[in-house]
Protein backbone atom coordinates (compact mmCIF):
# COMPACT_ATOMS: atom_id res chain seq x y z
CA UNK A 1 0.00 0.00 0.00
CA UNK A 2 1.67 3.16 -1.05
CA UNK A 3 1.06 6.26 1.97
CA UNK A 4 1.02 9.56 0.51
CA UNK A 5 3.72 11.90 1.51
CA UNK A 6 4.42 15.59 0.97
CA UNK A 7 5.76 14.53 -2.06
CA UNK A 8 2.70 13.67 -3.65
CA UNK A 9 1.88 17.67 -3.26
CA UNK A 10 5.10 17.89 -4.66
CA UNK A 11 4.62 16.50 -7.78
CA UNK A 12 1.16 18.26 -8.50
CA UNK A 13 3.05 21.21 -7.78
CA UNK A 14 6.15 20.29 -10.41
CA UNK A 15 3.12 19.09 -12.54
CA UNK A 16 1.51 22.53 -12.26
CA UNK A 17 4.65 24.41 -12.97
CA UNK A 18 4.73 22.80 -16.31
CA UNK A 19 1.20 24.10 -17.31
CA UNK A 20 1.84 27.66 -16.16
CA UNK A 21 4.73 28.28 -17.83
CA UNK A 22 3.22 27.11 -20.78
CA UNK A 23 0.38 28.85 -20.16
CA UNK A 24 2.65 31.70 -19.51
CA UNK A 25 4.39 31.10 -23.38
CA UNK A 26 0.93 31.27 -24.93
CA UNK A 27 -0.16 34.22 -23.19
CA UNK A 28 2.79 36.09 -24.37
CA UNK A 29 1.92 35.25 -27.91
CA UNK A 30 -1.27 36.21 -27.70
CA UNK A 31 -0.05 39.26 -26.02
CA UNK A 32 1.99 40.06 -29.62
CA UNK A 33 -1.47 40.00 -31.79
CA UNK A 34 -3.68 42.59 -32.54
CA UNK A 35 -6.82 44.08 -30.43
CA UNK A 36 -9.38 42.44 -32.69
CA UNK A 37 -7.59 38.97 -32.42
CA UNK A 38 -6.99 39.44 -28.80
CA UNK A 39 -10.75 40.28 -28.52
CA UNK A 40 -12.04 37.44 -30.60
CA UNK A 41 -9.70 34.74 -29.41
CA UNK A 42 -8.60 35.92 -26.02
CA UNK A 43 -7.00 32.62 -24.08
CA UNK A 44 -9.00 30.02 -25.52
CA UNK A 45 -7.15 27.90 -27.85
CA UNK A 46 -7.34 24.86 -30.50
CA UNK A 47 -4.65 22.88 -28.11
CA UNK A 48 -7.59 23.87 -24.71
CA UNK A 49 -10.79 22.54 -26.97
CA UNK A 50 -9.27 19.40 -27.08
CA UNK A 51 -8.36 18.67 -24.12
CA UNK A 52 -11.77 18.61 -22.72
CA UNK A 53 -13.01 20.93 -24.49
CA UNK A 54 -15.06 18.74 -27.03
CA UNK A 55 -13.41 20.53 -29.65
CA UNK A 56 -16.08 23.56 -29.35
CA UNK A 57 -14.54 26.62 -30.90
CA UNK A 58 -15.96 29.07 -28.19
CA UNK A 59 -15.07 29.12 -24.77
CA UNK A 60 -17.33 26.45 -22.42
CA UNK A 61 -19.67 27.58 -19.36
CA UNK A 62 -18.24 26.16 -16.68
CA UNK A 63 -21.31 25.58 -14.45
CA UNK A 64 -20.30 23.81 -11.78
CA UNK A 65 -19.88 25.15 -8.23
CA UNK A 66 -16.66 23.65 -7.31
CA UNK A 67 -13.86 21.64 -8.16
CA UNK A 68 -13.30 18.08 -7.34
CA UNK A 69 -9.49 16.86 -6.88
CA UNK A 70 -7.78 13.65 -8.00
CA UNK A 71 -6.39 13.13 -4.29
CA UNK A 72 -5.57 14.74 -1.17
CA UNK A 73 -2.32 15.79 -2.33
CA UNK A 74 -3.80 17.58 -5.12
CA UNK A 75 -6.45 19.27 -2.59
CA UNK A 76 -3.77 20.27 -0.53
CA UNK A 77 -1.50 21.56 -2.94
CA UNK A 78 -4.35 23.05 -4.54
CA UNK A 79 -5.86 25.05 -1.11
CA UNK A 80 -2.98 25.95 -0.38
CA UNK A 81 -2.28 28.03 -3.54
CA UNK A 82 0.56 25.97 -4.70
CA UNK A 83 -1.01 24.99 -7.85
CA UNK A 84 -3.98 27.47 -10.00
CA UNK A 85 -7.06 26.08 -8.42
CA UNK A 86 -10.77 27.28 -9.36
CA UNK A 87 -11.77 25.05 -5.97
CA UNK A 88 -14.83 27.18 -5.73
CA UNK A 89 -16.76 29.40 -7.90
CA UNK A 90 -17.07 32.42 -5.84
CA UNK A 91 -13.41 32.78 -5.78
CA UNK A 92 -12.65 31.63 -9.05
CA UNK A 93 -14.30 30.05 -12.53
CA UNK A 94 -12.92 29.10 -15.94
CA UNK A 95 -15.54 30.82 -17.81
CA UNK A 96 -15.02 33.76 -16.02
CA UNK A 97 -10.78 33.35 -15.77
CA UNK A 98 -11.75 33.18 -20.04
CA UNK A 99 -12.98 36.82 -19.77
CA UNK A 100 -10.73 38.31 -16.62
CA UNK A 101 -7.98 37.07 -19.18
CA UNK A 102 -9.09 38.92 -22.25
CA UNK A 103 -10.06 41.98 -20.49
CA UNK A 104 -6.66 42.90 -19.01
CA UNK A 105 -5.13 41.77 -22.28
CA UNK A 106 -6.92 44.58 -24.01
CA UNK A 107 -6.53 47.14 -21.53
CA UNK A 108 -3.00 46.89 -21.29
CA UNK A 109 -2.75 46.73 -25.11
CA UNK A 110 -0.17 48.78 -26.42
CA UNK A 111 1.23 49.13 -22.80
CA UNK A 112 4.74 48.29 -21.80
CA UNK A 113 3.11 47.23 -18.48
CA UNK A 114 1.04 43.95 -17.91
CA UNK A 115 -2.25 43.95 -15.77
CA UNK A 116 -4.36 41.18 -14.53
CA UNK A 117 -8.50 41.56 -14.47
CA UNK A 118 -11.00 40.73 -12.08
CA UNK A 119 -14.41 40.13 -12.70
CA UNK A 120 -17.35 41.39 -10.53
CA UNK A 121 -21.32 41.09 -10.00
CA UNK A 122 -21.49 44.38 -11.28
CA UNK A 123 -19.80 47.66 -12.00
CA UNK A 124 -20.75 49.11 -8.06
CA UNK A 125 -19.21 46.26 -7.00
CA UNK A 126 -15.93 46.21 -9.29
CA UNK A 127 -15.62 49.78 -7.74
CA UNK A 128 -15.74 49.13 -3.79
CA UNK A 129 -13.48 46.18 -4.66
CA UNK A 130 -10.89 47.96 -5.90
CA UNK A 131 -11.40 51.02 -3.39
CA UNK A 132 -11.79 49.28 -0.16
CA UNK A 133 -8.34 48.07 0.57
CA UNK A 134 -6.47 51.51 -0.44
CA UNK A 135 -9.30 53.15 2.21
CA UNK A 136 -7.95 50.75 4.99
CA UNK A 137 -7.45 52.10 8.34
CA UNK A 138 -4.46 50.17 9.51
CA UNK A 139 -2.44 50.95 6.55
CA UNK A 140 0.13 53.79 7.34
CA UNK A 141 -0.92 57.21 7.77
CA UNK A 142 -4.46 56.58 9.47
CA UNK A 143 -4.98 60.11 9.67
CA UNK A 144 -7.25 62.40 7.37
CA UNK A 145 -8.51 59.57 5.31
CA UNK A 146 -9.29 60.37 2.20
CA UNK A 147 -9.45 59.84 -1.61
CA UNK A 148 -9.45 62.94 -4.36
CA UNK A 149 -12.35 62.02 -7.33
CA UNK A 150 -13.72 64.18 -10.62
CA UNK A 151 -17.12 65.25 -9.44
CA UNK A 152 -19.06 64.10 -12.72
CA UNK A 153 -19.36 60.16 -11.61
CA UNK A 154 -22.12 58.03 -11.84
CA UNK A 155 -25.46 58.26 -9.52
CA UNK A 156 -23.76 54.94 -7.97
CA UNK A 157 -20.54 55.97 -7.55
CA UNK A 158 -21.27 59.56 -6.21
CA UNK A 159 -23.45 57.73 -3.36
CA UNK A 160 -20.92 55.10 -2.73
CA UNK A 161 -18.45 57.91 -2.10
CA UNK A 162 -20.18 60.42 -0.74
CA UNK A 163 -21.95 58.44 1.83
CA UNK A 164 -20.45 54.39 2.26
CA UNK A 165 -17.04 55.69 2.61
CA UNK A 166 -17.95 58.89 4.59
CA UNK A 167 -19.73 56.10 7.06
CA UNK A 168 -16.33 53.92 7.01
CA UNK A 169 -14.39 57.54 7.70
CA UNK A 170 -12.83 58.06 4.42
CA UNK A 171 -13.42 61.62 2.69
CA UNK A 172 -13.99 62.36 -0.32
CA UNK A 173 -12.79 65.29 -2.06
CA UNK A 174 -14.51 66.49 -4.97
CA UNK A 175 -12.49 68.08 -8.55
CA UNK A 176 -15.06 70.30 -9.87
CA UNK A 177 -13.59 70.65 -13.27
CA UNK A 178 -11.22 67.97 -13.64
CA UNK A 179 -9.87 68.72 -17.15
CA UNK A 180 -7.82 71.47 -14.65
CA UNK A 181 -4.69 69.20 -13.15
CA UNK A 182 -4.12 71.97 -10.47
CA UNK A 183 -7.84 71.66 -8.94
CA UNK A 184 -6.62 67.72 -8.12
CA UNK A 185 -3.26 69.37 -7.16
CA UNK A 186 -4.96 71.61 -4.39
CA UNK A 187 -6.91 69.13 -2.93
CA UNK A 188 -4.32 66.40 -2.61
CA UNK A 189 -2.14 65.87 1.36
CA UNK A 190 -0.23 63.20 3.21
CA UNK A 191 -3.89 61.44 3.81
CA UNK A 192 -4.85 60.98 0.22
CA UNK A 193 -5.03 56.91 -0.54
CA UNK A 194 -5.91 57.75 -4.54
CA UNK A 195 -7.53 59.76 -7.24
CA UNK A 196 -10.37 58.36 -8.83
CA UNK A 197 -12.03 60.04 -12.41
CA UNK A 198 -14.60 58.73 -14.73
CA UNK A 199 -13.81 59.12 -18.40
CA UNK A 200 -15.87 60.10 -20.27
CA UNK A 201 -18.08 60.82 -17.28
CA UNK A 202 -22.16 60.61 -17.64
CA UNK A 203 -23.94 62.78 -18.70
CA UNK A 204 -21.39 65.47 -18.75
CA UNK A 205 -19.03 63.88 -20.38
CA UNK A 206 -16.24 65.28 -18.54
CA UNK A 207 -12.39 64.06 -19.20
CA UNK A 208 -9.25 65.03 -17.38
CA UNK A 209 -5.82 64.84 -18.98
CA UNK A 210 -5.10 60.80 -18.02
CA UNK A 211 -1.00 61.45 -18.29
CA UNK A 212 -0.80 64.66 -16.48
CA UNK A 213 -3.47 63.37 -13.27
CA UNK A 214 -1.19 59.70 -13.23
CA UNK A 215 1.63 61.97 -12.93
CA UNK A 216 0.28 63.94 -9.97
CA UNK A 217 -0.44 60.91 -8.33
CA UNK A 218 2.39 58.70 -8.80
CA UNK A 219 4.56 61.58 -7.68
CA UNK A 220 2.73 61.45 -4.49
CA UNK A 221 2.83 57.71 -4.32
CA UNK A 222 -0.97 57.41 -4.97
CA UNK A 223 -2.73 55.49 -7.76
CA UNK A 224 -5.03 56.62 -10.08
CA UNK A 225 -7.98 54.67 -10.97
CA UNK A 226 -9.93 55.26 -14.21
CA UNK A 227 -13.73 54.36 -14.67
CA UNK A 228 -13.73 53.65 -18.46
CA UNK A 229 -16.70 52.16 -18.75
CA UNK A 230 -18.47 54.54 -21.84
CA UNK A 231 -15.15 54.21 -23.82
CA UNK A 232 -14.12 50.80 -23.29
CA UNK A 233 -10.76 49.43 -24.33
CA UNK A 234 -11.61 49.99 -27.92
CA UNK A 235 -11.44 53.39 -27.83
CA UNK A 236 -9.33 54.13 -24.80
CA UNK A 237 -6.95 52.32 -22.63
CA UNK A 238 -5.72 54.60 -19.46
CA UNK A 239 -3.01 52.01 -18.63
CA UNK A 240 -0.63 53.22 -21.43
CA UNK A 241 -1.07 56.29 -20.44
CA UNK A 242 -0.25 56.27 -16.62
CA UNK A 243 -3.37 54.81 -15.10
CA UNK A 244 -3.10 52.46 -12.06
CA UNK A 245 -6.65 50.73 -12.10
CA UNK A 246 -9.57 51.03 -14.91
CA UNK A 247 -13.06 49.89 -13.86
CA UNK A 248 -15.74 48.79 -16.14
CA UNK A 249 -19.06 48.62 -15.81
CA UNK A 250 -19.77 45.89 -18.68
CA UNK A 251 -23.42 45.59 -17.73
CA UNK A 252 -22.97 49.44 -20.02
CA UNK A 253 -21.11 49.60 -23.31
CA UNK A 254 -18.96 46.61 -23.11
CA UNK A 255 -22.26 44.46 -22.69
CA UNK A 256 -24.15 46.34 -25.42
CA UNK A 257 -26.72 43.57 -25.84
CA UNK A 258 -28.10 44.52 -22.52
CA UNK A 259 -28.51 40.81 -21.09
CA UNK A 260 -26.02 40.95 -17.89
CA UNK A 261 -24.94 43.19 -14.79
CA UNK A 262 -21.62 42.58 -14.21
CA UNK A 263 -18.19 44.86 -13.90
CA UNK A 264 -14.40 43.95 -14.41
CA UNK A 265 -10.97 45.62 -12.61
CA UNK A 266 -8.27 45.78 -14.55
CA UNK A 267 -4.93 46.72 -12.29
CA UNK A 268 -1.52 47.70 -13.59
CA UNK A 269 1.38 45.41 -12.29
CA UNK A 270 4.16 47.40 -9.83
CA UNK A 271 1.17 49.64 -9.27
CA UNK A 272 2.63 52.84 -7.23
CA UNK A 273 0.87 52.73 -3.88
CA UNK A 274 3.01 54.13 -0.68
CA UNK A 275 0.25 52.66 0.81
CA UNK A 276 0.49 48.70 0.23
CA UNK A 277 2.84 46.39 0.94
CA UNK A 278 4.76 45.44 -2.28
CA UNK A 279 3.52 42.35 -2.72
CA UNK A 280 0.17 43.57 -2.75
CA UNK A 281 1.13 45.92 -5.03
CA UNK A 282 2.98 43.77 -7.36
CA UNK A 283 -0.44 42.51 -8.68
CA UNK A 284 -2.78 44.53 -7.42
CA UNK A 285 -5.70 42.21 -9.01
CA UNK A 286 -4.25 38.33 -8.07
CA UNK A 287 -4.08 39.56 -4.71
CA UNK A 288 -7.73 41.23 -5.04
CA UNK A 289 -8.87 37.84 -6.07
CA UNK A 290 -7.34 36.20 -3.71
CA UNK A 291 -7.63 37.57 -0.50
CA UNK A 292 -10.34 40.42 -0.09
CA UNK A 293 -12.85 39.11 -3.04
CA UNK A 294 -12.57 35.59 -1.59
CA UNK A 295 -13.71 37.10 1.61
CA UNK A 296 -16.58 39.57 0.51
CA UNK A 297 -17.82 37.98 -2.57
CA UNK A 298 -18.74 39.99 -5.25
CA UNK A 299 -18.55 37.01 -8.00
CA UNK A 300 -19.20 36.91 -11.84
CA UNK A 301 -22.33 34.20 -12.47
CA UNK A 302 -19.83 31.91 -15.41
CA UNK A 303 -23.61 32.57 -17.69
CA UNK A 304 -22.82 36.19 -17.03
CA UNK A 305 -19.05 35.87 -18.27
CA UNK A 306 -20.04 33.62 -21.60
CA UNK A 307 -22.65 36.45 -22.35
CA UNK A 308 -19.78 39.53 -22.10
CA UNK A 309 -16.82 37.19 -24.11
CA UNK A 310 -19.46 36.98 -26.79
CA UNK A 311 -20.19 40.78 -26.72
CA UNK A 312 -16.00 41.68 -26.50
CA UNK A 313 -15.62 39.93 -29.72
CA UNK A 314 -16.99 42.14 -31.98
CA UNK A 315 -16.84 45.24 -29.08
CA UNK A 316 -14.44 47.38 -31.55
CA UNK A 317 -17.05 47.06 -34.52
CA UNK A 318 -19.65 48.46 -32.40
CA UNK A 319 -18.01 51.08 -30.84
CA UNK A 320 -16.30 52.50 -34.27
CA UNK A 321 -20.10 51.98 -35.53
CA UNK A 322 -21.43 53.50 -32.57
CA UNK A 323 -19.50 56.44 -32.42
CA UNK A 324 -19.58 57.63 -35.97
CA UNK A 325 -23.46 57.16 -35.89
CA UNK A 326 -23.38 59.15 -32.77
CA UNK A 327 -21.32 62.16 -34.42
CA UNK A 328 -24.07 61.55 -37.09
CA UNK A 329 -26.77 62.39 -34.63
CA UNK A 330 -25.21 65.44 -33.16
CA UNK A 331 -24.72 67.13 -35.84
CA UNK A 332 -28.44 66.97 -36.91
CA UNK A 333 -29.00 68.16 -33.26
CA UNK A 334 -26.59 71.03 -33.94
CA UNK A 335 -28.60 72.41 -36.85
CA UNK A 336 -32.21 71.87 -35.93
CA UNK A 337 -34.36 74.76 -35.02
CA UNK A 338 -36.26 73.02 -31.54
CA UNK A 339 -32.51 72.45 -30.01
CA UNK A 340 -30.84 75.04 -27.87
CA UNK A 341 -27.72 72.62 -27.44
CA UNK A 342 -26.08 69.57 -27.81
CA UNK A 343 -22.96 68.34 -26.12
CA UNK A 344 -20.79 65.54 -27.59
CA UNK A 345 -17.00 65.62 -27.11
CA UNK A 346 -16.73 64.79 -30.76
CA UNK A 347 -18.32 68.35 -31.98
CA UNK A 348 -15.38 70.43 -32.71
CA UNK A 349 -16.96 73.16 -30.61
CA UNK A 350 -16.89 70.95 -27.11
CA UNK A 351 -14.44 73.02 -24.96
CA UNK A 352 -13.00 69.31 -24.01
CA UNK A 353 -13.13 68.12 -28.03
CA UNK A 354 -9.22 68.14 -28.05
CA UNK A 355 -8.63 66.78 -24.83
CA UNK A 356 -10.27 63.82 -25.43
CA UNK A 357 -9.31 63.39 -28.33
CA UNK A 358 -5.57 62.75 -27.82
CA UNK A 359 -6.92 59.97 -25.56
CA UNK A 360 -10.09 58.57 -27.42
CA UNK A 361 -9.11 56.68 -30.45
CA UNK A 362 -10.29 54.02 -32.55
CA UNK A 363 -7.61 50.97 -31.39
CA UNK A 364 -4.79 49.98 -33.91
CA UNK A 365 -6.84 52.49 -36.74
CA UNK A 366 -6.05 55.88 -34.30
CA UNK A 367 -8.82 58.00 -36.29
CA UNK A 368 -10.35 59.86 -33.07
CA UNK A 369 -13.71 58.53 -32.23
CA UNK A 370 -15.49 59.65 -28.99
CA UNK A 371 -18.24 56.92 -28.33
CA UNK A 372 -22.00 57.16 -27.77
CA UNK A 373 -22.89 59.35 -25.10
CA UNK A 374 -24.38 62.77 -25.46
CA UNK A 375 -26.87 65.26 -24.49
CA UNK A 376 -28.90 67.72 -25.85
CA UNK A 377 -31.03 70.60 -24.46
CA UNK A 378 -34.90 70.56 -26.02
CA UNK A 379 -35.52 74.85 -27.02
CA UNK A 380 -38.34 75.83 -24.55
CA UNK A 381 -38.35 73.68 -20.75
CA UNK A 382 -39.27 70.65 -19.00
CA UNK A 383 -42.80 70.60 -20.73
CA UNK A 384 -41.36 71.14 -24.42
CA UNK A 385 -38.99 68.64 -23.78
CA UNK A 386 -41.31 65.99 -22.14
CA UNK A 387 -43.32 66.53 -25.50
CA UNK A 388 -40.43 65.57 -27.44
CA UNK A 389 -39.63 62.89 -25.29
CA UNK A 390 -43.05 61.15 -25.35
CA UNK A 391 -43.18 61.56 -29.23
CA UNK A 392 -40.09 58.86 -29.89
CA UNK A 393 -41.25 56.05 -31.34
CA UNK A 394 -38.12 53.76 -31.56
CA UNK A 395 -35.97 55.18 -29.41
CA UNK A 396 -36.16 53.62 -25.94
CA UNK A 397 -37.46 55.89 -22.84
CA UNK A 398 -35.32 54.19 -20.33
CA UNK A 399 -32.60 54.97 -17.87
CA UNK A 400 -30.08 52.81 -19.46
CA UNK A 401 -27.13 53.65 -21.22
CA UNK A 402 -24.22 51.76 -23.69
CA UNK A 403 -26.99 49.43 -25.29
CA UNK A 404 -26.65 48.27 -29.10
CA UNK A 405 -30.12 49.91 -29.71
CA UNK A 406 -30.11 53.34 -28.66
CA UNK A 407 -31.89 55.06 -25.47
CA UNK A 408 -32.70 58.60 -24.38
CA UNK A 409 -33.47 59.60 -20.75
CA UNK A 410 -34.28 62.94 -19.12
CA UNK A 411 -31.82 63.14 -16.42
CA UNK A 412 -33.56 65.80 -14.11
CA UNK A 413 -36.71 63.31 -14.02
CA UNK A 414 -34.98 59.87 -13.65
CA UNK A 415 -31.09 59.83 -12.46
CA UNK A 416 -31.01 63.51 -11.49
CA UNK A 417 -33.80 63.27 -9.39
CA UNK A 418 -32.74 62.68 -6.01
CA UNK A 419 -30.38 65.32 -6.38
CA UNK A 420 -32.86 68.27 -6.11
CA UNK A 421 -33.01 71.29 -8.45
CA UNK A 422 -29.70 72.95 -5.89
CA UNK A 423 -27.93 69.53 -6.61
CA UNK A 424 -28.77 69.44 -10.50
CA UNK A 425 -27.69 73.08 -10.88
CA UNK A 426 -24.67 72.53 -9.34
CA UNK A 427 -23.91 69.27 -11.91
CA UNK A 428 -25.20 71.07 -14.85
CA UNK A 429 -28.12 68.98 -15.39
CA UNK A 430 -31.01 71.45 -16.66
CA UNK A 431 -35.16 70.10 -16.69
CA UNK A 432 -34.45 70.55 -20.77
CA UNK A 433 -31.57 68.36 -20.95
CA UNK A 434 -32.02 64.60 -22.84
CA UNK A 435 -29.45 62.67 -22.48
CA UNK A 436 -29.20 60.14 -25.42
CA UNK A 437 -26.57 56.95 -26.01
CA UNK A 438 -26.45 56.22 -29.73
CA UNK A 439 -26.72 52.87 -30.65
CA UNK A 440 -25.83 50.81 -33.84
CA UNK A 441 -28.93 51.47 -35.83
CA UNK A 442 -28.44 53.12 -39.13
CA UNK A 443 -28.20 57.03 -38.23
CA UNK A 444 -30.47 57.91 -40.92
CA UNK A 445 -33.59 56.12 -39.16
CA UNK A 446 -32.53 57.05 -35.71
CA UNK A 447 -32.29 60.82 -37.17
CA UNK A 448 -35.97 60.22 -38.31
CA UNK A 449 -37.16 58.90 -35.04
CA UNK A 450 -35.81 62.04 -33.39
CA UNK A 451 -36.41 64.34 -36.35
CA UNK A 452 -40.77 63.54 -36.07
CA UNK A 453 -40.62 63.57 -32.14
CA UNK A 454 -39.13 67.32 -32.32
CA UNK A 455 -41.89 68.11 -34.98
CA UNK A 456 -43.95 67.78 -32.12
CA UNK A 457 -42.50 70.24 -29.93
C1 LIG B 1 -23.63 51.95 -14.65
C2 LIG B 1 -22.32 52.49 -14.31
C3 LIG B 1 -21.62 52.02 -13.18
C4 LIG B 1 -22.20 51.00 -12.26
O1 LIG B 1 -22.27 49.76 -12.89
P1 LIG B 1 -23.38 48.63 -12.55
O2 LIG B 1 -22.95 47.50 -13.42
O3 LIG B 1 -24.71 49.19 -12.86
O4 LIG B 1 -23.23 48.32 -11.10
C5 LIG B 1 -20.38 52.54 -12.92
N1 LIG B 1 -19.81 53.46 -13.73
C6 LIG B 1 -20.46 53.93 -14.82
C7 LIG B 1 -19.79 54.94 -15.68
C8 LIG B 1 -21.73 53.46 -15.15
O5 LIG B 1 -22.35 53.94 -16.23
Known sequence: MTVMTASGVQAYVEKAQKYMSERQAHRDRVRDLRFDTIAVHGMYSAEEAFSGGQGGIIEPIFPSTSQAYRDSDEMEAALSYQIPTWCYSRIHNPTVFYLEETLALLEAYGCEC??????????????????????????????????VSAAQTYGGTFQLFNVRMAERGAQVRWVRE????????????????????????????AFADIQAVADLAHSHGIPFIVDATI????LMRPLAHGADIVIHSLSKTAGAGGCTISGAIIARHDMVSKHLDDEVKADYGLWLKLWPF????PAMSPATAHIILGEVRTLRLKMEQMSR????VAHFLADHPRVERVDYLGLDDHPLHDLAGRYMKVVDDGSPSFGHLMSFNVAGGA????????????????????RIKTVATIPAISTHQQQGEEGRELAGIPANMVRLCVGAEHAEDTIADIDQALALV
Open 325 to 328: NTLT
Open 383 to 402: AETRVFFDGLKRTWRATDLG
Open 294 to 297: RDSG
Open 231 to 234: ATPA
Open 114 to 147: DATGLCTSSGMAAIKQAIEPLLAKQRSGTENINF
Open 178 to 205: PWKTEEWENLIDEGTRFLYAEMPSNPQQ
